[in-house]
């Protein structure tokens, strides 16, 4: 006798085929992203290994020597070792934001589904390259400063790809909830490449690179054989933003507080009984185009110093929690995951409330208001016990990462997908782009000023992170009021003003 259908099975055919290819477009996005940041993670994880305290492990037992760096990984044994860590930051994300202004442009004229595995391939040879260092006794700076270089390149191929992908199967109803759970990739990668890193860094760090370079790789090749990038592609039916038509609204309007476009029924019926042909599509916007679109250049600023703050702590937590509250490699790295775990909880809110209120940029202003005390008393009363270090975690993880997940996801592709593009879906790698690569130079500053700083006591990294949260809310103040006249003008005619 046969069995019957599996329940899984059942559910998936009781599901619109529409839904089963958005579905499954999530979730391989989701997992190609976070397997790139499960790869950018263990640096931050091994820096306490390369420069550990030997002197906690008694004399080298080697030679006869008093040196209390006889244990520490070579050119990383000296007293600039911070300089150095932060020049190895640098190179990475320095490449990283030049690329990424290029990366877009390509993202636009390349087919998604290649640029993107091939770029995960290529990630995980690099981030393995770091990882055999240790394995090959390499202890020549310059070897891990140009892995660190092409790393970077490579891993700019990600975000405009998956930002594009999932912006061509979504319109503008729930897209901040939607990309608000799906960005928890960032900080699903960071936990999961903190928990592999860690398993490695105190018995042969080079496996905590070498393990996600695996993976990102596996990733990269599971997406080349199943991701669909148009919904067209598949006889689906496209988002809202493929067939909108431009309304009289103001053309100043900037995200998503407009809410979905309205469409004739006649222009609707038309773009559905007719196949989307490729030679038909618009061309790709020009890089000068995309600054164009009304909001991008504010939100891109904005991203810049919120993206300082969030990388900083990427970077530099867990030898921050090494330092201050004496934990070692693994549970300083295992306790800075919790960062990330407000950062899922951050992203999740603010795109909620975002599209509840129709106000993008006053969501992120709020959240970088509250941010600035809360980073303050982190600082100061953050490692009093375990259990406030851990609520501190999470509401600094949350407040500074939401700002920044909604940027880069909803916000990236509410302008990619903006009314004055007349219906152009070929604007979102690049928009994507342009926001993430400007993002990408406070990234690369952050890390930078935070290994200039440090030395002078990190009360100093802190009240730099402070002004560049207060900075990144100042930038969007245009924005917001804009939205507050939206909101206003609807109150105003409901009384009779």
Request: glycine fraction near 12%; charge should be neutral.
């Amino acid at each position: 006798m046969r069995a019957a259908l599996a329940p899984g099975v059942r559910l998936l055919r009781a599901l619109p085929r529409d839904s089963r290819y958005r579905g499954l477009t999530l979730v391989l996005t989701f997992l190609c992203y976070t397997s790139y940041h499960l790869s950018r993670k263990p640096i931050s994880i091994v820096k306490s290994q390369l420069h550990p305290n030997c002197s906690a492990l008694g004399p080298n037992p080697h030679n006869d020597s008093n040196s209390s760096t006889w244990c520490s990984w070579a050119p990383f044994d000296g007293d600039n070792y911070k300089e150095l860590f932060g020049a190895l930051d640098n190179a990475f994300l320095v490449a990283y934001a030049i690329g990424m202004f290029i990366s877009g442009i390509f993202g636009e004229r390349l087919p998604l589904r290649y640029y993107l595995s091939g770029g995960m391939v290529l990630s995980g040879l690099f981030t393995s390259l770091f990882g055999l260092g240790y394995f090959w006794d390499i202890h020549v700076l310059w070897y891990f400063i140009v892995v660190q270089v092409c790393n970077g390149l490579v891993q700019t191929t990600g975000w405009p790809a998956v930002v594009a992908c999932v912006g061509n199967w979504f319109g503008k109803g729930k897209r901040g909830l939607i990309m608000g759970i799906w960005n928890s990739h960032t900080s699903v990668g960071n936990i999961l490449g903190s928990l592999i890193a860690g398993v490695w860094v105190s018995s042969a760090w080079g496996l905590s690179f070498v393990v996600p370079g695996i993976i990102i790789t596996t990733v990269g090749i599971v997406c080349f054989f199943f991701l669909v990038e148009y919904p067209e592609d598949v006889d689906c039916s496209p988002p809202l933003h493929h067939v909108m038509t431009i309304s009289e609204k103001d053309p100043e309007g900037v995200t998503a507080n407009e809410g979905p476009l309205s469409l004739s029924g006649q222009s609707s019926a038309d773009h559905s009984n007719s196949p989307k042909e490729p030679a038909e599509e618009p061309e790709a916007i020009s890089f000068l185009g995309a600054l164009r679109i009304p909001g991008v250049v504010e939100f891109s600023l904005c991203l810049l110093f919120a993206k300082l703050v969030s990388y900083t702590f990427l970077y530099w937590l867990p030898l921050y929690i090494v330092n201050v509250a004496h934990f070692g490699a693994k549970e300083a790295g295992d306790l800075s995951t919790l960062f990330d775990v407000g950062g899922i909880l951050g992203g999740i809110f603010a795109g909620l409330i975002s599209d509840y209120t129709g106000g993008r940029a006053t969501t992120c202003c709020v959240m970088l208001v509250v941010a600035a005390p809360m980073l303050f008393l982190y600082n100061h009363v953050g490692q009093n016990g375990i259990g406030t270090s851990i609520a501190m975690l999470i509401i600094c993880g949350a407040l500074v990462n939401g700002p920044y997940a909604l940027i880069t996801t909803a916000v990236s592709a509410d302008l990619g997908t903006h009314e004055s593009l007349k219906g152009n879906a070929k604007a979102l790698s690049t928009v994507t782009a342009i926001i993430d690569g400007t993002g990408s130079v406070g990234a690369a500053l952050g890390p930078l000023l935070a290994g200039l700083i440090s030395p002078t006591g990190w009360n100093n990294v802190f009240y730099m992170l402070i002004a560049a949260d207060v900075l990144a809310c100042l930038l969007l103040a245009r924005v917001v009021v804009k939205e507050f006249r939206g909101w206003c003008g609807p109150m105003a005619r409901q009384r009779g003003y």
